[in-house]
């Protein structure tokens, strides 16, 4: 059964940059049986979901055009993990910040999501 | 960007009623829709992709209909355990894009 699991700090200073990982187990994130895309999503403390970025095991990426400046989303192949990092931080970037699958666009399964606070 | 309007924001129910959430979105997306359960403190589930096919292990009494930009998540008998919410999602083109959720409370 295919498991993700987000890690990284859960306090970052404002302007900073924020790192996470994201580690797949359970399978491989260069599968290629089926076009699979890792994602990040994202969700402020009681609201909505926001899509973030997408990275397929070759590489290639798609970001939201709303962070995209200052978003890159990377793949390591040799130890089934990918990252997020985003730069320039905000209030608003605080966030649960998620990792899924995604197939053929949709998400499944997701991890269990790591809570980012960006302080002053 | 495609917006996704979700209707209501919050529903109030009981055991046993059937429900009905409406997602519109603001262009034709087809039917390349998802809906996803999130309970809180837990990560969303997929319940349903392509608008109306159920995702393996999802009780039949959740299904989804719709094409074009309207679209429902129907719960046919309310149990104890859907007591969530409920979120839509476009995947026709990028950025993908949320509804703004649905919270179905007792």
């Known amino acids: 059964q295919l498991q993700l699991q987000e890690s990284g700090p859960g306090l970052v200073k404002f302007s900073e940059t924020l790192s996470l990982t994201c580690t797949v187990s359970?399978?491989?994130?260069?599968?290629?049986?089926?076009?699979?895309?890792w994602v990040w999503i994202r969700q402020p403390p009681g609201k909505g979901l926001e899509w973030i970025g997408s990275?397929?095991?070759?590489?290639?990426?798609f970001y939201n055009p709303s962070l995209e400046s200052r978003v890159i989303i990377s793949v390591d192949t040799s130890k089934n993990q990918f990252s997020l990092t985003v730069r320039s931080v905000t209030d608003t970037d605080t966030a649960l910040y998620y990792c899924?699958?995604?197939?053929?666009?949709?998400?499944?399964?997701w991890g269990q999501g790591i809570l980012v606070t960006v302080s002053s | 960007d495609i917006q996704m309007t979700q209707s209501p924001s919050t529903l109030s129910a009981s055991v046993g009623d059937r429900v009905t959430i409406t997602c519109r979105a603001s262009?034709?997306?087809?039917?390349?829709v998802a809906w996803y359960q999130q309970k809180p403190g837990k990560a969303p589930k997929l319940l349903i992709y392509?608008?109306?096919t159920l995702q393996s292990g999802v009780p039949p009494s959740f299904s989804g209909s719709g094409s074009g930009t309207e679209f429902t998540l129907t719960i046919s008998s309310l149990q104890p355990d859907d007591f969530a919410s409920y979120f839509c999602?476009?995947?026709?083109?990028?950025?993908?894009?949320f509804g703004g959720g649905t919270k179905v409370e007792i």
């Open positions: 262009q034709s997306i087809a039917d390349w």
């Open positions: 359970g399978g491989s994130i260069s599968d290629t049986s089926s076009n699979y895309y």
């Open positions: 392509k608008a109306s």
């Open positions: 899924a699958r995604g197939q053929a666009n949709w998400f499944d399964p």
């Open positions: 990275i397929h095991y070759t590489g290639t990426t």
């Open positions: 999602q476009q995947y026709t083109r990028y950025p993908l894009t």
